[in-house]
């Protein structure tokens, strides 16, 4: 086999050495150029710092986001703070949370006042009282129903009598519920007001505390929902018309209390009253003094009079009488005028007014003139 020479061998130690030669003054003249970018020491990674950013986003510990997608681009190139808003999750958690204490306390400010008020004003109430108690309370002698009239004859009559009472029961009471209700509505509107007022307030104060750009979104929501539900709330008192209708129920309330107070006097004493009886009550008292005067001066002449003198007779001084403040009827008349009180009394006091409506975008509704 042939052998290779030590000539050629020589050759190829001296070649490799020029090549290593090569390759280091090739480095030392790249290290000796200028950076076109500065000069820049290689990290531990081997990247220059100026691409560190490109290569490797730093991300933000607070929001987990790119710095350019986080809290630094809430202010655009002129400045400009944007608002804080809550997820979408968070705001639907909210308004169903306000939603169910709107409920509540719509509920309870109804239930509350429509306690008190029947309390108030059970002693107005025309049907006798469901419980009984011995002896009878006061209220039920005063509310009893009559079992009989002595003035009406016993018959179709006197029946047709006791149900016009019993339709004058029902129709007083029915006004004097739809009154407390329409007040119960009254006072759930204004305590609503109040509570959602002052959660607004106290929403405000935190936010103005930490900044608007600072403020939690939770506690924008949270304002904003209270805030829209104390305007929406505050066009209720003009639309559905809740002082009105109260003060028209408790109106047809009392003249139903009236007619059944006329039907149980004339079942006692067979007259109705027509007008005010107050000319008429003086008149009898005057008339009565005047003839007790003239009695006593009648008799104290007698006494002094001499034997077989002329008696004379003193009168007392004549006086225009007044009409009667009361007229006695037959009963077909008297359910005549009873039956006319009743159709004239006849109506539904139940008022809106769509109207008002369009208050709801008026710059002054957050004004007091609706109460």
Known sequence: MPTDSPDLETNDTENEHQDDSLEGDELD????????????????????????????????????????????????????????????????????????????????????????????????????????????????????????????PAGEAQTYVFKQRAQAVEFGDGHRRAAIEFGSYFFSNVVILGVFGLISLISVAVIAKTGLDKAN???????????ATGIVYQGFFGVFQQKANIDSNVSQAIPYAQIVSKIDTYCATGKVAISDPTTYVAYLGKK?????????????????????????????????????????????????????????????AIAFDDKLVPSLTDPNRLSLKEF
């Open 29 to 152: 003249e790249q290290e000796q150029l200028p950076d076109p970018a500065g000069s820049q020491t290689p990290t531990g990674d081997g990247i220059p710092p100026g691409q560190e950013d490109r290569s490797s986003p730093a991300q933000d510990t607070k929001n987990g986001v790119p710095p350019e997608e986080g809290p630094a681009a809430a202010e655009d190139d002129a400045g400009t703070s944007v608002l804080p808003m809550p997820s979408w999750q968070s705001f639907v958690l909210i308004g169903g949370i306000m939603l169910i204490g709107l409920a509540l306390v719509s509920q309870g400010a109804k239930y509350y006042f429509q306690w008190r008020a029947s309390a108030l004003t059970d002693e107005f109430t025309l049907a006798p009282p469901k419980t009984k108690s011995t002896p009878p309370a006061a209220a039920e002698i005063a509310r009893s129903t009559p079992t009989e009239c002595q003035f009406i």
């Open 217 to 227: 979104g939770n506690v924008i929501a949270i304002f904003l929902l209270a805030t």
């Open 288 to 348: 009565s003094a005047l003839v007790s005067a003239a009695a006593a001066a009648k008799a104290a002449a007698g006494v002094t009079a001499k034997p077989g003198a002329k008696k004379t007779e003193i009168e007392p001084p004549k006086s225009e009488e007044p009409d009667a403040f009361f007229a006695e009827v037959d009963p077909a008349t008297f359910i005549l005028y009873i039956d006319w009180h009743l159709e004239d009394r006849r109506k539904f």
